[in-house]
Structures are given as C-alpha cells and as structure tokens.
Antibody
Framework: QLHLQESGPGLVKPSETLSLTCTVSGASISSSNYYWGWIRQPPGKGLEWIASIYYSGSTYYNPSLKSRVTISVDTSKNQFSLKLSSVTAADTAVYYC???????????WGQGTLVTVSS | SYELTQPPSVSVSPGQTARITCSGDALPNQYVHWYHQKPGQAPVLVIFKDSERPSGLPERFSGSSSGTTVTLTISAVQAEDEADYYCQSTDSSGNVVFGGGTKLTVL
C-alpha cells in the first residue's frame, strides 16, 4: 500500500528557507506517469498547490510561488523535497505531499506537517 | 488568475441528498476532482475525472458535469459525511487550482 510521509522542521524563522522531504513507501517513485506534488493549507483556510515533479525531474510550479520554490526528487532514496525561500508568517501552514497521477488529481496524501514561521 | 467557485456551506439532514457545486470558466475543457477533509486529517480523494469513484468509496458519492459547473452529489447523507469538500482542476496552462471549499453540515 502506497504511503507518503512528510518530514522537516516545524519552526522556521522569517526570511529563512523552509525545507521539507516526502518519503514514499510501498511503491517506487519512478513509477510511470506519476507526478509527485506539494500542497499547503494555512490554519483555518483552503488548499493551495505549490509544485509538482516527475521522477525524471520535470517540474511545474504555482506561478504565485514560483520565484521562491524549488522541488526536487531523489529516486535512490524514494523521496522528493520542497524548498521555500524567504518565508514570512503567511507561509505558516500544514504542508502535504501527495502522488499526482498524470498531473491530474492527488491521491494518496501524506498526513501533513505543520510548519510555523516565527522568530 | 483562474478560480473555482464553491458555496461556503451546505446543510442537509441525515438520509437526504447533498449537492455541492464547483464553477469555473474552463471546466467544459478540464476535469474536476473532489476531496473531503475531516478536521485534523489530510484530504481524501472521493471523485476524479468529474465522475469516477476511487475503489472502496461508497456508491453514495457521485459526480456530474454540465457546462461550467460540476456537482458532487452525496446520496443518503450520513453523519460521517460531515466534512469540508474541495474541488480541484487545472487551468489552461496546466497549473493546479483548488476551489475555496464547502463545509457540509449534517443537521
């Protein structure tokens, strides 16, 4: 059964870089036709897509975040990662990783990890 | 930027039918996918490609599309269906977009 798990610091200082990793188990991240994505949800608010990546390294980003976001994949570790630079309090959110078949829907999702931006 | 519009809230009594809409100009040409999210939990896919149901999901959940509006229908609503529901699609550039979410309350 496919399982995704986010990991990374729960607290990041303003202006620093947020770094998260998603570890995939139960399937190879190199499986054909699957993108892998990051989505976030500020407390009490809706969902916002951040970025997605194919196992080959092909990427696409939310235009509103593109200048600050880097998504990468490490097939040897069956992981993909997110970096968000120059964070502010507005970046405080639960960050989810998910499989993104064909770049269409997201399924399944990781349990999510809360990242708080605060000094 | 492209937006998907959902009603903020829908309320139904147990056993009734709940309908949650999602509207967007590009929807005649793009699929919509639906998720439910219970408090403190991750979203779960309930409908993909407008009307396809993932294996294991109750048949009470169905989806339909008409022009610029897509509808998630939940028949014979149960208390356990109370959750936030989000639609998701893509814009003409392939960027992912989520609707603002609808809170389904089971009275």
């Amino acid at each position: 059964q496919l399982h995704l798990q986010e990991s990374g610091p729960g607290l990041v200082k303003p202006s620093e870089t947020l770094s998260l990793t998603c570890t995939v188990s139960g399937a190879s991240i190199s499986s054909s036709n699957y993108y892998w994505g990051w989505i976030r949800q500020p407390p009490g608010k809706g969902l916002e897509w951040i970025a997605s990546i194919y196992y080959s390294g092909s990427t696409y980003y939310n235009p509103s975040l593109k200048s600050r976001v880097t998504i990468s994949v490490d097939t040897s570790k069956n992981q993909f990662s997110l970096k968000l630079s120059s964070v502010t309090a507005a970046d405080t959110a639960v960050y989810y990783c998910a499989r993104h078949p064909g770049g269409d829907w997201f399924d399944p999702w990781g349990q999510g990890t809360l990242v708080t931006v605060s000094s | 930027s492209y937006e998907l519009t959902q009603p903020p809230s829908v309320s139904v009594s147990p056993g009734q039918t709940a309908r949650i809409t999602c509207s967007g100009d590009a929807l005649p040409n793009q699929y919509v996918h639906w998720y439910h999210q219970k408090p403190g939990q991750a979203p779960v896919l309930v409908i993909f490609k407008d009307s396809e149901r993932p294996s294991g999901l109750p048949e009470r959940f169905s989806g339909s599309s008409s022009g610029t509006t897509v509808t998630l229908t939940i028949s014979a609503v149960q208390a356990e269906d109370e959750a936030d529901y989000y639609c998701q699609s893509t814009d003409s550039s392939g960027n992912v977009v989520f609707g603002g979410g609808t809170k389904l309350t089971v009275l």
